[in-house]
């Protein structure tokens, strides 16, 4: 069974420039999430979803940040402009739903703003 | 700030030996999750123990609970050179469902 996809899997972008990153889920999973990864802060919980709708985004940082699930099987994070604090990895992840615990992650998006 | 605090940060070992990390959170849980992430990968499942037990065992690993303390320890035994990565606690408070990880404790097992 394919796992959670994301793309692209590096990106290499200027400040000022907007960044699209993608997931998509595996089938059948309800719930999505996007988390950030740093050294500083490790992993950070920045939005989440339940059949498609946006249920807690208080993890995203700033107005520059957007995330969208137009349907099941996709969702986007958007940064614009993007900043090179904005450099880290970011994870999708997915379960069957809030109340499953086992979540499954992407192989994340490496993110390098310069 | 972070729900989870692993401890030791680094751990080395040898093959054979085996490795316990700590995790410590502040809030009460539901359950706790222990992840492993190789390098440049993302986070993979390992176990659950539910604030109800105290003990949880999967193939090599042992996992212990203490809701008094609000511990976790992840013990591997007979650690292989593949269990290098890095292993981290997640903790979902009551009333959410959003797991927050801890900072993680990079394991590196030498051949």
């Known amino acids: 069974d394919a796992g959670v996809i994301q793309s692209p899997r590096h990106e290499v972008t200027e400040m000022g420039q907007e960044v699209t990153l993608r997931c998509k889920p595996i089938?059948?999973?309800?719930?999505l999430f996007w988390y950030r990864q740093t050294m500083m802060r490790g992993l950070e919980l920045l939005i989440y979803f339940n059949n498609n709708v946006p249920i807690d985004d208080s993890g995203m940082p700033e107005d520059r940040f957007s995330a969208k699930m137009p349907n099941a099987s996709f969702s986007t994070l958007k940064i614009q402009p993007s900043e090179p604090r904005d450099s880290a990895v970011y994870f999708c992840?997915?379960?069957?739903?809030?109340?499953?615990?086992?979540?499954?992650f992407g192989p994340g998006t490496r993110l390098l703003v310069l | 700030s972070q729900q989870g605090e692993e401890d030791p940060q680094a751990l080395s070992i040898q093959e054979g030996e085996n490795a316990t990390m700590n995790c410590s959170y502040k809030t009460s849980i539901n359950n706790l999750q222990w992840y492993r992430q190789n390098s440049g990968r993302g986070l993979v499942h390992l176990i659950l123990?539910?604030?109800?037990?105290r003990e949880k065992h999967s193939g090599r690993l042992r996992v212990t609970l203490d809701t008094s303390k609000k511990s976790s320890s992840l013990l591997i035994t007979a650690s292989r050179a593949a269990d290098t990565a890095s292993y981290f606690c997640a903790t979902c408070p009551p009333g959410t469902y959003k797991y927050i990880f801890g900072t993680g404790t990079r394991l590196k097992v030498l051949a």
């Open positions: 123990i539910r604030s109800n037990e």
């Open positions: 089938s059948g999973h309800n719930s």
């Open positions: 992840a997915s379960r069957t739903g809030l109340a499953e615990e086992t979540q499954y």
